[in-house]
């Protein structure tokens, strides 16, 4: 089982997979039925500060993933989210929904290595 990235305003590609929001921010324009989601762990997401920090601009992204790496290692929430996809990927791929437009420089990706390096351990 692996770990996908999707953007949620685009159509489903695996609707099959466990479809977890990943933002701190609910989507403009989405409803929750569409969505399909499983969970909104919004806790997990860079918090309010850091984003608007980030704006999405990718000069900042390198700088932006150490701050966010250090928000996700100090926070209570990401112990409880990284055993719950622990627990979704013994049986089925977990799909990170974001709603960022730019596709390589978003919380996700960084989310993604973050839950990636921890199940190597």
Do not use: C
Not at 56 to 75: G, I, M, S, V
């Amino acid at each position: 089982m692996q770990i996908k990235l999707e953007r949620i305003y685009t159509k489903p590609i695996d609707e099959t997979g466990y479809r977890v929001l990943v933002d701190r921010l609910w989507p403009r324009g989405i409803s929750k039925v569409n969505a399909k989601l499983a969970w909104w762990a919004k806790e997990i997401g860079p918090s309010t500060e850091l984003r608007k920090w980030f704006g999405h601009d990718p000069e900042k992204f390198t700088e932006f993933a150490e701050k966010y790496r250090l928000e996700l290692n100090q926070a209570d929430f990401t112990t409880e989210f990284l055993e719950k996809i622990q627990t979704e990927l013994r049986t089925q791929d977990v799909i990170f929904l974001y709603g960022a437009k730019d596709e390589t420089h978003n919380q996700a990706v960084i989310l993604k290595q973050y839950v990636e390096a921890y199940l190597k351990k």
